[in-house]
């Protein structure tokens, strides 16, 4: 009896040889691109049977995505490459003469966005208005309106100081205006006169502000500026930051990013979002949603095989994906069940 399941034992690795061996050959050289193809077709004829809502919910979703925006968004590997990415797009502006800006990003969807924003009244309405909250900014827009007032009072004072007796006036007039001004900083009601008048030059300024977007040619000179620039060599960016101003605004930029992703509302977003999502494409077929995101039977056979082969190879140095195969198939051939088919009746 033991002799006999010794024998059955034997056969049993013999068969196990001969299925390592064939599973080798079947990922080795151009079988490995007919399996890779045959098994692709097979997986995505299964898939065109079967909706995306049946094998995904919307909790799995969401949990997946939470997971890597926590995992992938945070990892340390995002965290040290961040800088050297935005030094090494630095470098290559710094030395492309080849391409012009124009040619990298085309006119047409520049100059929709500029109109778009141009024609958005409610936002520019509401961000003017909540500007007049700010005391700061209310002081920033007159101090704006006085550097304008100011810069004109100079210029028509160098006109009449050419005008004989005009310097005089023009000198005694300036010092009633310091002395009017000092009053008003050491005064609680001129204070507060200045106070509003900061309100209004923030109100005037809002109104220039408006009546700028709406009736100038915003649009049109701001798209002049752009053409100034698309015919250029891309190199010419640089001229407007250094290489280290643009490390610290790609830093500055991950930094609010890592930070938002982390507060519960940015979560709440996002699970919006995968809900949405899941609602309209839940009765997709699993195949159908892989033509809507543009992946094709062939893409997907074209990735596997621009990587597998590479990884199998080095794998089966040494024997390694051979000890890995055997490993997994071993306990089958092995177990009872097996090696009693295996064992000639008595």
């Given amino acids: 009896m033991t002799e006999t399941i010794e024998a059955a034992r034997v056969l049993a690795d013999r068969l196990l040889d001969a299925q390592v061996q064939w599973l080798l050959d079947e990922v080795s050289g151009d079988r490995f691109a007919e399996v890779v193809a ?15 809502g049946e094998v995904v919910e919307a909790e799995q979703a969401e ?3 939470a997971t890597l925006i926590d995992k992938v968004g945070g990892s340390a590997v995002l965290a040290d490459t961040v800088g050297v990415f935005a030094d090494a797009i630095y470098d290559s502006i710094a030395s492309n003469e080849d391409h012009t800006l124009g040619e990298l990003v085309e006119r047409e969807p520049v100059e929709a966005l500029l109109q778009k924003i141009v024609d958005m009244h409610q936002t520019q309405e509401r961000v003017l208005e909540r500007l007049t909250d700010s005391p700061l900014v209310a002081t920033v827009a007159s101090k704006f309106v006085d550097k304008l007032v100011g810069d004109f009072v100079e210029a028509n004072r160098q006109r009449a100081e050419k005008i004989p007796g005009m310097g005089t006036l023009m000198s005694i007039g300036q010092s009633a205006a310091d002395r009017a001004r000092k009053a008003a900083e050491s005064n609680t009601i001129l204070g507060d006169i200045a106070g509003k008048g900061a309100m209004y ?14 009736d100038a040619p915003v649009h049109d000179a701001t798209m002049e500026f752009w053409d100034l620039h698309a015919d250029e060599p891309i190199s010419g960016l640089r001229e407007y930051l250094t290489k280290q101003d643009l490390n610290e605004l790609v830093g500055l930029c991950y930094r609010i990013a890592v930070t938002t992703r982390e507060k519960e509302y940015f979560g709440l977003l996002v699970d919006e979002c995968v809900q949405v999502f899941h609602e309209k494409y839940r009765d997709y077929t699993v195949a159908a949603l892989l ?6 039977g062939e893409d997907i056979v074209t990735e596997i095989l621009r990587y ?4 199998i190879e080095t794998a089966k140095r ?13 306990p089958f051939y092995h177990s009872d069940e097996v090696l009693k088919i295996l064992t000639p009746p008595e």
């Fill in 291 to 296: 033509g809507e995101l543009g992946l094709s």
């Fill in 201 to 214: 030059a923030l109100k005037r300024t809002n109104n220039a502000i408006r009546e700028m977007l709406r």
């Fill in 38 to 52: 045959r098994d692709v077709a097979a997986v995505l004829d299964v898939a065109a049977t079967v909706n995306a």
């Fill in 318 to 330: 040494d024997g390694v994906l051979a000890g890995l195969i055997r490993e997994r198939l071993e």
């Fill in 63 to 65: 949990r997946t995505v």
């Fill in 308 to 311: 597998g082969p590479a990884v």
